[in-house]
């Protein structure tokens, strides 16, 4: 099959004829229709948790057999053994036995089937288009926001990052109730998000007070962490989304000193981000700025890379 496919040294390289892994049991193949490029995806090639296969983690596809057979899916990312303790208590996104597909020992969904464990699998309704179910993946983890947060006594939000996961997480605290300023270095980016209701500001005209109730880091950069801080009131809350493959080393005082509440926030509700989508509350389609066939991956990846580009799809197949 074709595949997109990080090799060690972080080269991503286009195959017309890969031989994938066999399937695991439970495993249904899913025949990839659309997919993503996110951040997660250009920083596994800058070496990020060392991973070595076909990248791809945000995809809609054709269930090819199982309960859903011929029918549209997508797929929670962590495969998870439902075995151990952690997963007994029902947090299998952290079983310490997971794969994660696109991303730990399992490869993804840049080639024309992937394989998925049939619970993992959420159907796609007839109003959701192919383009916009690609971001069912990104969106539920901006769900992850309010899904761990009580956002009732948020008086003040503060989104940091004007791309691809800063946007959803500002529209979704935006739907919510939150009064959000979303902050970024680009204009054109910031946009999206003011015509969608929401404030917005230039990272050099935001003024630095310590006044924001939660702050948001949806940077992709280890400085975002500090920005934050400075933005944060006393007893405020910090949820990191970022991850990258550069080391981070923001001095911490302020969170002792301010007794700052830090929450990590990954994947989230993929029910969430469906109905959302469905009933038209999230709006998707104005951060597709490129698309290229399977083919072109690697000028895809390229082109996820540069400032101009929010979301880059990859149209897999019809």
Same mark, same amino acid.
């Given at each position: 099959?074709?595949?997109?496919? +990080?090799?060690?040294?972080?080269?991503?390289?286009?195959?017309?004829?890969?031989?994938?892994?066999?399937?695991?049991?439970?495993?249904?193949?899913?025949?990839?229709?659309?997919? &993503?490029?996110?951040? #997660?995806? +250009?920083?596994?090639?800058?070496?990020?948790? &060392?991973?070595?296969?076909?990248?791809?983690?945000?995809? /809609?596809?054709?269930?090819?057999?199982?309960?859903?057979? &011929?029918?549209? /899916?997508?797929?929670?990312?962590?495969?998870?053994?439902?075995?151990?303790?952690?997963?007994?208590?029902?947090?299998?996104?952290?079983?310490?036995?997971?794969?994660?597909?696109?991303?730990?020992?399992?490869?993804?969904?840049?080639?024309?089937?992937?394989?998925? =464990?049939?619970?993992?699998?959420?159907?796609?309704?007839?109003?959701?288009?192919?383009?916009?179910?690609?971001?069912?993946?990104?969106?539920?983890?901006?769900?992850?926001?309010?899904? @761990?947060?009580?956002?009732?006594?948020?008086?003040?939000?503060?989104?940091?990052?004007?791309?691809?996961?800063?946007?959803?997480?500002?529209?979704?605290?935006?739907?919510?109730?939150?009064? /959000?300023?979303?902050?970024?270095?680009?204009?054109?980016?910031? @946009?999206?998000?003011?015509?969608?209701?929401?404030?917005?500001?230039?990272?050099?005209?935001?003024?630095?007070?310590?006044?924001?109730?939660?702050?948001?880091?949806? #940077?992709?950069?280890?400085?975002?962490?500090?920005?934050?801080?400075?933005?944060?009131?006393?007893?405020?809350?910090?949820? +990191?989304?970022? #991850?990258?493959?550069? =080391?981070?080393?923001?001095?911490?005082?302020?969170?002792?000193?301010?007794?700052?509440?830090?929450?990590?926030?990954?994947?989230?509700?993929?029910?969430?981000?469906?109905?959302?989508?469905?009933?038209?509350?999230?709006? /998707?389609?104005? +951060?597709? #700025?490129?698309?290229?066939?399977?083919?072109?991956?690697?000028?895809?990846?390229?082109?996820?890379?540069?400032?101009?580009?929010?979301?880059?799809?990859?149209?897999?197949?019809?």
């Amino acid at each position: 099959m074709r595949a997109l496919i +990080l090799e060690a040294g972080g080269q991503v390289r286009y195959a017309a004829e890969h031989t994938g892994r066999d399937p695991r049991p439970s495993e249904i193949p899913i025949r990839v229709l659309r997919a &993503g490029v996110c951040e #997660t995806d +250009l920083q596994l090639a800058r070496g990020y948790m &060392g991973f070595q296969g076909i990248l791809g983690h945000e995809f /809609v596809g054709i269930a090819e057999s199982g309960k859903f057979a &011929g029918r549209r /899916v997508a797929g929670e990312i962590n495969c998870s053994c439902h075995r151990c303790d952690l997963c007994r208590q029902g947090l299998s996104n952290h079983c310490p036995n997971r794969s994660v597909i696109g991303i730990l020992d399992h490869d993804g969904a840049f080639a024309d089937r992937v394989f998925v =464990p049939e619970r993992n699998l959420h159907l796609i309704p007839d109003s959701v288009s192919d383009d916009e179910a690609v971001f069912i993946e990104p969106l539920a983890a901006a769900f992850q926001i309010p899904a @761990q947060l009580d956002l009732k006594p948020v008086r003040s939000a503060v989104v940091l990052g004007d791309g691809r996961l800063g946007n959803l997480c500002a529209q979704v605290l935006h739907r919510a109730g939150c009064r /959000v300023t979303a902050v970024g270095k680009h204009e054109w980016k910031l @946009q999206r998000l003011a015509d969608a209701g929401v404030d917005t500001c230039l990272l050099d005209a935001l003024p630095i007070k310590r006044e924001a109730d939660l702050v948001v880091d949806c #940077t992709g950069s280890s400085g975002g962490v500090e920005t934050a801080l400075r933005l944060l009131r006393p007893r405020g809350t910090l949820v +990191l989304k970022t #991850t990258t493959a550069a =080391p981070h080393g923001p001095n911490l005082a302020a969170v002792v000193i301010d007794e700052i509440t830090v929450v990590g926030s990954r994947c989230g509700p993929f029910d969430k981000a469906i109905e959302a989508l469905a009933d038209r509350d999230i709006d /998707v389609r104005p +951060l597709i #700025t490129a698309r290229f066939p399977l083919e072109e991956g690697e000028e895809a990846m390229r082109a996820a890379a540069r400032p101009e580009n929010l979301k880059v799809l990859l149209q897999v197949s019809n």
